[in-house]
């Protein structure tokens, strides 16, 4: 089974408004990234928080994480239509790189 | 961009020949890694690389093999594809704990 999964697997919102996103995971982890996915293209890094890390800003984007819970979260604030992608966060042991499924985000103008 | 390609782009296969995925870095990093992303499933790790000649397999590694003789390349071999198999392939790579860079993919249909 996959290391992460997020919730929601799809989240549509209007522009403006901020959206989240959650990631839950199941072993320890060095650090956990989120990635976002434009149709069909590759990955792209977003940010990566380490695990002795509670919090993380860049831009419009902020991460949390919690280890106790295995747990992680992504805020985007005052979306824009051009974030419509799909967001993964992705479990980092160094070696091992493991995604979740996925959120759909589609923002409406 | 992170130097890192994958080839071919597309490939049209037939159910029970052998395929073989190449992915090039210029990079030099230490990691390499195979997914595959199918609808509703995410990205699932095939098998992955952390050193010439050192490979592990992932979460879904039936029917695959990997190699890596050389820092730069690393191929995923389907040794008789099956329709299963038809899917979209990322490679990517990564230095060390650190953000991982991605290839363009590579669409297999296997018919």
């Known amino acids: 089974s996959q290391q992460g999964e997020e919730d929601p697997q799809a989240l549509s919102i209007q522009e403006g408004e901020n959206a989240t996103m959650n990631c839950s995971y199941k072993t320890s982890i060095n650090n956990l990234q989120w990635y976002r996915q434009n149709s069909g293209r590759g990955l792209v890094h977003l940010i990566l928080i380490r695990s002795n890390e509670r919090e993380k800003h860049s831009g419009r984007l902020r991460v949390t994480l919690d280890t106790s819970k295995k747990s992680s979260s992504l805020l985007i604030t005052a979306s824009r239509a051009a974030d419509t992608a799909s967001y993964f966060c992705?479990?980092?042991?160094?070696?091992?790189?493991?995604f979740g499924t996925g959120t759909r985000l589609t923002i409406i103008p | 961009d992170a130097g890192i390609t994958q080839s071919p782009r597309h490939k049209v296969t037939e159910t029970g020949t052998p395929v073989t995925l190449r992915c090039h870095q210029t990079e030099n990093h230490r990691y390499m890694y195979w997914y595959r992303q199918d609808p509703g499933h995410g990205l699932r790790l095939i098998h992955y690389?952390?050193?010439?000649?050192?490979?592990d397999k992932g979460e879904v590694s039936d029917g695959y093999s990997v190699s890596r003789s050389k820092t730069e390349d690393f191929l995923l071999t389907l040794e008789s594809a099956t329709s299963s198999q038809t899917s979209v392939y990322f490679c990517?790579?990564?230095?060390?704990?650190?953000?991982?860079?991605f290839g363009q993919g590579t669409r297999l249909t296997v018919v």
């Open positions: 992705a479990t980092d042991r160094v070696e091992k790189l493991t």
């Open positions: 990517a790579i990564k230095g060390g704990d650190t953000e991982a860079f």
């Open positions: 690389s952390y050193g010439v000649k050192d490979t």
